[in-house]
């Protein structure tokens, strides 16, 4: 009897640690989709920093959803991997496999809440303002947003570092 109890208790605590392992596996990859869920690393972006963290204001999952006529926020973590007297960021929609720059509030970072110059190996974190023009058509696009160390970059979707989100202009 004593033998049998003790088999059972056994295996009660083994049950109870399988299940309370199992939670934790559960809910950490629960969060890990969470936090990836809508914003993806573009495939070509640049090494020059690392975009570490995306906040889309009011976005729960894709596609993110910009009113016409009012302005999106999008808050930025990165770290820097070079030294940068100022970063630029852009954005532009890809709309018929042609990526149309959209024209930001303020484009220079150290303007949106980086500390400039901006040093290797710090953690940054700005805010983006995007004006969304009430003209704008009622499309869903794949929008792509860098960080460029000049302002006037031919490709939108290249630079020093650059992440891309679904969003549905409405």
Same mark, same amino acid.
């Given at each position: 009897l004593y033998n049998s109890a003790d088999n059972c208790m056994?295996?009660?605590?083994?049950?109870?640690?399988?299940?309370?392992?199992?939670?934790?596996?559960?809910?950490?990859?629960?969060?890990?989709?969470?936090?990836a869920g809508y914003w993806k690393l573009c495939d070509d972006g640049? @090494?020059?920093?690392?975009?570490? @963290?995306?906040?889309i204001k009011g976005c729960t999952g894709p596609p993110c959803v910009f009113k016409k006529g009012e302005n999106a926020t999008v808050n930025v973590k990165f770290t820097s991997n070079n030294n940068y007297d100022h970063l630029y960021t852009s954005m532009c929609g890809d709309i018929l496999s042609k990526c149309l720059n959209l024209k930001l509030a303020d484009s220079d970072e150290c303007d949106e809440g980086a500390t400039c110059p901006i040093k290797k190996g710090s953690k940054q974190e700005i805010t983006v303002i995007v004006p969304i023009d009430k003209h704008f058509p009622s499309v869903t696009v794949v929008a792509y947003f860098s960080m460029q160390k000049d302002n006037d970059e031919d490709d939108p979707k290249k630079g020093e570092g650059c992440f891309e989100v679904e969003i549905k202009l409405e």
């Open positions: 056994r295996k009660l605590t083994c049950l109870s640690k399988m299940s309370t392992l199992t939670t934790s596996v559960v809910l950490f990859l629960l969060v890990a989709f969470v936090n640049g @090494d020059g920093v690392e975009i570490t @963290d995306v906040e």
